[in-house]
């Protein structure tokens, strides 16, 4: 067992706070970085910054993904939601791979897609458990924003599915454990 200089951390001594957590943490014992949350830094090696992935309108989590300060949302918290007119009624989902959802609006609005990404881009996600074990910075997945919208924009209702067959397989290591993560709006007609 090594002595560690002060800051640095890990069974070698490995662990370098200005470069191992990018000078945003310090080491742990086991090596692994504490990142400076009261600053919104996040992710395995406090890579993530507000301002670099999320936009400057949200904090970074433990995992490296994006918690977004109200109203915005999507995966770099760049789409505003609060400068909406009353009148637009915005939703998510999270599909686990294989599920699907009918998208609805009332009878004077029309569907609007914001976004969707399928994949994995976190090790994680609580609406779809699974027993795989997935590194915590994975990070395979496809913008399907385009394809949603070939599907659904401007119709009333829509079927999405979560599947490979619609989006590709953007996760060569997942196997049907991708998940379909997707903002939408009513829009009035």
């Known amino acids: ?13 490995l662990c370098d706070p200005a470069t191992t957590c990018n000078g945003r943490g310090t080491c742990n014992a086991d090596g692994s970085c504490s990142c400076d949350t009261t600053n919104g830094y996040g992710g395995p ?18 995992r490296g993904a994006c918690l977004c300060n109200n109203p915005w949302t999507g995966n770099d918290c760049s789409i505003a939601l609060g400068g909406l007119a009353a009148n637009h009624l915005a ?33 994680t996600y609580a609406e779809c458990p699974t027993t795989a074990t997935y590194a915590s910075s994975i990070d395979c997945s496809v913008d399907g924003t ?22 590709g397989d953007p996760c060569a290591t997942v196997t049907n ?8 709006l009513c829009d009035p007609a």
Do not use: M, Y
């Open 91 to 123: 939703f998510a989902n999270v599909l686990c791979f294989g599920s699907q959802v009918t998208l609805t609006c009332e009878d004077d609005h029309i569907l609007s897609i914001v976004s969707g990404t399928f994949g994995r881009r976190h090790a």
């Open 146 to 167: 385009a394809t949603l919208k070939q599907s659904c924009q401007g119709k009333q209702s829509c079927t999405v599915r979560a599947h490979t067959d619609i989006f």
């Open 1 to 13: 067992q090594c002595n560690c200089n002060t800051g640095f951390g890990g069974a070698t001594c």
């Open 177 to 184: 454990d991708e998940v379909l993560v997707l903002l939408w």
């Open 45 to 62: 090696n406090c890579e993530c910054t507000p301002a670099n992935r999320c936009s400057n309108n949200g904090v970074c989590t433990p």
